[in-house]
């Protein structure tokens, strides 16, 4: 009887024992954590709810040190339920990257927007004023106006020199430009009928200035899309291109920048003229011509949706508004 006794007390003990080694291997394995879900998707393990709102504080401060106004929230509450996870695993996972990936960000950001197309993009309301007002003083039909739009990211900030260079450019787009004075020997010819194509429609000459194209129809106007520094006017393939006024050809070939078959032409005093994605080139480099003297046949070269005559005026090196000299005739 002893000894059964004797029996049941070691197997108790030793029980207990291994019970108790088992116990504290957990303990020292596994960490009691609460497993984080937010709008029903899992984000990771944290060692509890204040341990979360740690985490979530630094990284609104991360946000707002891009933009103290910036808007920062997440879609739904979090919700936690308690857990057991190893020790190891809770060092390896970044919840800081989790959690960062649920976080929706709204900036307030203000864009310039010019005759109807958005051009710069600020974060700060009087940066976008001030070039707004900068733009009115020296553009007086200019149509500008500044729209506050809300934003997930700020990946499309204009930088002030970008800023800088765009409002100089459109400044010189819209200068007014005086026509330079005639310097050719030959007298204006009104009746001025081409060597090239003969029978073909000769544009109505006003003084020594021409149309470049027998229609008046403009598929593409002036700054139309970002970088369009011309005017396209509606012509089928072969249609007639005349020189706008009196000059020397400087440039009469391919060009590889998108202008495909294209004539450049000289006309004094830094005023320059270019007719391209033509079909046939009916000038050569050196060539003076005459106002309405055919130089080309429209085409469908170079970077083009379809047929079509792009004409565009230089005055020392940078392109002008157009219609600042087809207005004058």
Known sequence: MLSTLRFVLF?????????????????????PVVKTYINGKFVGYFSDEQQFDEIYNDLVTEKQSIDENVKVYLESEPTFEKSYIRDSLLRQQNVYTNLR???????????????????????AENQANDYVNKLRSEVSDINASVNVEKVSDLDNLTSTDRADDILA???ARNKPVDIPEETSQQAPQSSYVPAYG????????????AWPTVSRTVNCDYWGYWGHNGVDLQASIGTPVYAFTDGTV?????????????????????????????????VAVGETVVAGQLIASSGNTGNTTGPHVHFEVKVNGVSINPWNVL???
């Open 327 to 329: 207005n004058q005739i």
């Open 250 to 282: 400087v440039f009469s070939g391919w060009d590889s920048s998108g202008y495909g078959n294209c004539v450049k032409i000289n006309h004094g005093n830094g005023m320059q003229t270019i007719y391209a994605h033509n079909s046939q080139l009916h």
């Open 198 to 209: 003969m029978g073909t429609v000769v544009p109505t000459l006003n003084g020594n200035l």
């Open 11 to 31: 197997t108790v003990i030793s029980l207990l024992v291994v019970f108790t080694a088992v116990y504290l291997t957990i303990l020292n394995t596994y960490k």
């Open 169 to 171: 450019d459109i400044v």
């Open 101 to 123: 990936a649920e976080m929706q960000t709204e900036f307030t950001v203000y864009e310039v927007v010019l005759d109807g197309e958005q051009q710069m993009t600020f974060t």
